[in-house]
């Protein structure tokens, strides 16, 4: 699929000229921490951010949320601008699920590029593990199926992926290996990460043979929840010498979004899945002017072990189907074909969508990854996936300017 | 299929007014399946538009023979909510219609372990309350 994607050339001119840049990352500690409220964390999570951006809270102009699963808010971007105390001229929240926190990336640069705003803080956080009442949880899984058509036969949220992973396995032959080696190597990775939730090792026969959750997933298969924060500051190249920012610079090179379906009930197959993967990731690869095989390091969505399958395969890292064997051939671990989730993903770091990919990428782009650091990455692809593998958005990241 | 009456905790569908004509054939044990009259398409979950490219609002409901076939399914073990305490292992399961659309639903009367993608079902009704009755399947034949 390498036809010429409407809109390609405009956001390519757009990114050369301007510059796009995040400048400043945040996370607060993540983990069970019932002391501090959802718009405690958005707080911590944006001084932290702008500390680290070594910026004054009056420089940052822009403002984009997300949501929060505890706190109900309608105007949520608004809520959190007058509990942080700032007076944003460009405010807005992006709600799409897991597709979320890469998206935030793009509506900060639309923003930018569009004169709305110089610096934008992007946030979000949430204390899921610690708040969110069982009414509140079953709200959320009846939102992420059809309350009228899918809620009443039971089907819970892993149950949504498992029905995808059983049609995976068997469109592909793929065994249950395949797809807990994905938790494999995200626990892997975690044991080099500070701020991660679970670091105990983890084997394929641990994740084989712990609780079955919905057939074929099992407790290993299912991301984690978790209390916590992240933000990050976008700007540009310009701007943030203007303010003095010391940091080195990841690089906006090209954004996408691709949708599938919302419910499960209309998806046809799986090449519809693929097909949602392929156009958010080629609409942000030919932005940029990469190809797959120029990208150092990945961070793809990983709610399930089965998300991230559908993703290296869609994004065209690895051919249909072979994702599983990459996997378990160990290929996504650091120093290997493709590190993926050098911070150990949702499956075993911590929960708050793609806000750690995000984080993350921008943390290895600059070379300030530590223990888990790859070596030198000059480009990086942050994927991620909101509803049951149905809306899409990616970002292509680099550590120079967009050529 | 319910003569004791049981308390039903579990989740139950809010009926739309584009949605009611569904719920009240399955309160009769019929399967209807709506279509555009202008382009003769089926699709499903029901709309008050046709989800094509018509957007019409002349919709038939079509009378089905419930058969289909599971195109995935998941044995669940937990259920969503204490309601569910005491009920799993049940399968939520995709089903392809003869008509080409899909519906969620449970595979029932059958060991979960014996249910594969692939295999014939055939529609059958669950009274689950006096207003609310579900369509389930169970295999064909």
């Not at chain 1, 809109?7 to 995040?22: A, F, M, P």
């Not at chain 1, 065994?175 to 080696?181: D, S, V």
């Not at chain 2, 538009?49 to 073990?77: A, C, N, Q, Y």
């Amino acid at each position: 699929m390498s036809e010429n994607l409407p809109g390609i050339q405009e956001t390519r001119e757009l990114l050369k000229k301007k510059k796009v840049v995040i400048a400043g990352v945040g996370e607060t500690e993540q983990g069970k921490i019932p002391d501090k409220s959802s718009f405690h964390f958005l707080s911590e999570a944006s001084k932290l951010a702008i500390e680290d951006a070594g910026i004054k809270k009056d420089d940052v102009d822009g403002l984009v949320t997300a949501f929060s699963l505890v706190e109900h808010t309608f105007m949520h971007c608004t809520t959190f601008a007058d509990y942080f105390g700032m007076n944003p001229r460009f405010f807005s929240s992006v709600a799409v699920g897991g597709a979320t926190a890469v998206w935030m990336v793009a509506e900060a640069a639309m923003a930018i590029a569009s004169g709305q705003a110089e610096v934008v803080l992007c946030v979000r956080g949430d204390n899921t593990l610690s708040g969110i009442s069982s009414s509140g949880m079953l709200a959320l899984i009846r939102e992420m199926c059809h309350a009228e058509f899918e809620f009443p036969y039971g089907l819970t949220t892993p149950g949504g992926y498992a029905l995808a992973a059983q049609r995976y396995l068997h469109d592909w032959g793929a065994r249950r290996e395949h797809l807990a080696a994905v938790a494999v190597t995200m626990r892997k990775h975690a044991a080099d990460k500070e701020n991660a939730m679970n670091k105990d090792p983890l084997s394929i026969e641990d994740v084989l043979s712990s609780r079955v959750i919905a057939e074929p997933l099992t407790k290993y298969d299912c991301s984690i929840i978790s209390d916590g924060g992240a933000a990050f500051i976008v700007t540009t190249e310009d701007k943030a010498k203007e303010l003095g920012i010391e940091n080195d610079l990841a690089y906006l090179w090209g954004m996408g979004q691709g949708y599938s379906h919302q419910y499960l009930t209309t998806l046809e197959n799986l090449d519809q899945i693929y097909n949602a993967v392929e156009r958010s990731g080629q609409k942000a690869f030919n932005t940029a002017g990469i190809e797959p095989r120029d990208v150092d390091i990945a961070f793809l969505y990983d709610c399930f072990t089965i998300t991230v399958l559908l993703e290296l395969e869609g994004l065209g890292f690895v051919p249909k189907g072979e994702g599983g064997a990459f996997a378990l051939e160990g290929r996504m671990e650091i120093g290997k074909d493709l590190p993926v989730n050098t911070h150990g993903g949702l499956l075993s770091q911590a929960h708050l969508g793609a806000m750690h990919h995000v984080v993350e990428a921008t943390l290895q782009l600059r070379g300030d990854a530590g223990s888990r650091q790859v070596e030198d990455p000059e480009v990086a692809v942050v994927h991620g996936n909101g509803g049951i593998v149905s809306a899409h958005s990616t970002v292509v990241l680099g550590n120079q300017p967009i050529n | 299929m319910s003569e004791e009456k049981k308390e039903y905790n579990k989740p139950l569908p809010e009926f739309r007014p584009e949605t009611k004509p569904f719920w009240e054939a399955a309160k009769e044990h019929r399967l209807v399946i709506p279509r555009s009259r202008e382009t003769g398409e089926f699709f499903f979950y029901p709309r008050a538009l046709s989800p094509g490219g018509d957007m019409s609002d002349d919709i038939e409901w079509v009378e089905s023979e419930g058969r289909g076939k599971v195109w995935t399914f998941s044995i669940h073990h937990m259920g969503p909510s204490k309601a569910y305490k005491g009920e799993p292992p049940y399968v939520v399961a995709l089903i392809e219609m003869e008509e080409g659309v899909k519906m969620m639903s449970n595979v029932v009367d059958v060991d979960p372990k014996d249910v594969s993608i692939g295999m014939d079902v055939q529609v059958c009704f669950d009274d689950v309350t006096d207003e609310v009755t579900l369509p389930k399947f169970k295999p064909a034949g």
